[in-house]
């Protein structure tokens, strides 16, 4: 059963767009993007399922339940069609979603994320909730960190306010996304999707490499590819304006 989520609506009675954030943050990562992005467009950004202001219960490591609670949010909105744009685990979740629901979508933007996780990785990615579960979210402070940020950009005020969110989030949360990204295979149905795919890769970016991104690029009927370059991992707050700009590309691309 989908859970109803908290969003944040913003902008015009433009062609909306509705944002999905990284695992362990909330809708205010999106907030340099919204800024651009809702002078023209109506932006919604969304708490992903246990973030933020959303339902922390039930929990679940099933992909295709983050997807079900943003396919409720967009038919309770009457946002259809739209754009989804997800960044890591917002990104799976868009996948999934055009996977699962195309009927809802104008098109999907994904970032920093795979279409499927080796099998090899998957033990280390679900490490990584157990970790906060087990000691708490200061075990995994430092290295979430140093993965999603460049050195130079990690005394910046948008690291602060991440490092602020990530220690006020619960560890069972925390650790229900890593089982969920642990266990992501979506490479399987890719030729199912329906509607573009555009996929935005960071140059720098240490989860997820051009390979990744080049796949499901190529693996949907219709898939586009760019690259910002030196980007981190978390482009959406490092690069903001590099990545609302090639948003505003895209979403002018598909209104054509």
């Not at 949010?73 to 259809?80: N, Q, R, S, T, V």
């Not at 990785?121 to 970790?131: D, S, T």
């Amino acid at each position: 059963m989908p859970v109803k989520l908290n969003h944040r609506d913003s902008g015009t009675a433009g062609a909306p767009v509705v944002l999905l954030h990284p695992v362990g943050l909330d809708l205010t990562s999106w907030d340099e993007v919204v800024s651009v992005l809702a002078q023209s467009h109506r932006v919604i950004a969304a708490d992903l399922r246990g973030h933020g202001q959303s339902p922390r219960t039930p929990r679940s490591t099933d992909i295709f339940d983050y997807a079900a609670d943003v396919a409720a949010l967009i038919e309770d909105l009457g946002l259809a069609p739209c754009t989804v744009v997800g960044v890591s685990f917002g990104g799976m979740i868009s996948l999934a979603l055009a996977i699962s629901r195309p009927d809802l979508l104008r098109s999907a933007v994904v970032s920093a994320c795979p279409n499927t996780i080796p099998e090899a990785a998957r033990p280390l990615l679900a490490a990584r909730g157990e970790a906060a579960e087990a000691e708490g979210m200061d075990a995994v402070l430092d290295e979430s960190l140093e993965r999603w940020f460049s050195p130079g950009f990690m005394g910046a005020p948008q690291v602060l306010r991440v490092r602020e969110r990530l220690l006020a989030d619960d560890p069972e949360d925390w650790n229900a996304g890593w089982q969920t990204i642990s266990r992501l295979n979506l490479g399987p149905r890719l030729g199912e999707v329906a509607v573009p795919v555009h996929c935005i890769h960071a140059e720098e970016d240490k989860g997820a490499s051009i390979d990744a991104l080049r796949s499901t690029a190529e693996g949907v009927p219709v898939g586009t590819l760019e690259i910002i370059a030196g980007a981190s991992h978390m482009v959406h707050i490092e690069c903001a304006a590099e990545f609302a700009a090639l948003l505003k590309a895209h979403l002018a691309e598909q209104a054509v």
